[in-house]
T-cell receptor, first 113, second 111 residues
Framework: NAGVTQTPKFQVLKTGQSMTLQCAQD?????MYWYRQDPGMGLRLIYY???????DKGEVPNGYNVSRLNKREFSLRLESAAPSQTSVYFC????????????FGPGTRLTVL | RKEVEQDPGPFNVPEGATVAFNCTYS??????FFWYRQDCRKEPKLLMS???SGNEDGRFTAQLNRASQYISLLIRDSKLSDSATYLC????????????FGIGTKLQVIP
């Protein structure tokens, strides 16, 4: 049981390049989330998927797109990377939208030059 | 006013000391409260949920004060392994898209 996995762990992009961050969970959770974490700021929600087949914008969705490929996988795509997207990205999942614990992946450290 | 406010610290305390963190929240409709622990360059992990009646888990005690809109975390007999950043997490009504994270309080336990 790996929990939540993310790839890649590190990535350096040039401005304007695109990339997809991958996330998968093996806990059969319904809801999945993408956050970014920047110094001096709490984690901020980019996009979420409350269930397979649905996605919605969070607090900071501009410059990102997502795909809930199936119940296990939720990917985040940067179409044209900008230096402001330099951050640590965390994927998370939760069993039900209730009082349950959110499980986080190990994160992807992205630098955009 | 920020939705969730925490003192970023760092709090430098000697081993064996008792340390307390507070976190204030602005939305009186908030429903669920958590403390997460985040080690350096790692993902956040749930430390404990915070219940209205207060709850304890070993050396850790969490309390909620709805009237004053704050939650607290008390760590007794600090260990070196307690060194980490402690995130206050507040969930509003609705799903986890309504979760707000504090910036975290950094704790450094010194030998």
């Amino acid at each position: 049981n790996a929990g939540v996995t993310q790839t890649p762990k590190f990535q350096v992009l040039k401005t304007g390049q695109s990339m997809t961050l991958q996330c998968a969970q093996d806990m059969n959770h319904n809801s999945m989330y993408w956050y970014r974490q920047d110094p001096g700021m709490g984690l901020r929600l980019i996009y979420y998927s409350a269930s397979e087949g649905t996605t919605d914008k969070g607090e900071v969705p501009n410059g990102y797109n997502v795909s809930r490929l199936n119940k296990r996988e939720f990917s985040l795509r940067l179409e044209s990377a900008a230096p402001s997207q330099t951050s640590v990205y965390f994927c998370a999942s939760v069993d039900r939208d209730y009082y349950n614990e959110q499980f986080f992946g190990p994160g992807t450290r992205l630098t955009v030059l | 006013r920020k939705e969730v406010e925490q003192d970023p610290g760092p709090f430098n305390v000697p081993e064996g000391a008792t340390v307390a963190f507070n976190c204030t929240y602005s939305n009186s409709a908030s429903q669920s409260f958590f403390w997460y622990r985040q080690d350096c360059r790692k993902e956040p992990k749930l430390l404990m949920s915070v219940y209205s009646s207060g709850n304890e888990d070993g050396r850790f005690t969490a309390q909620l004060n709805r009237a004053s809109q704050y939650i607290s975390l008390l760590i007794r007999d600090s260990k070196l392994s307690d060194s980490a950043t402690y995130l206050c997490v507040v969930k509003g009504p609705g799903g986890y898209q309504k979760v707000t994270f504090g910036i975290g309080t950094k704790l450094q336990v010194i030998p």
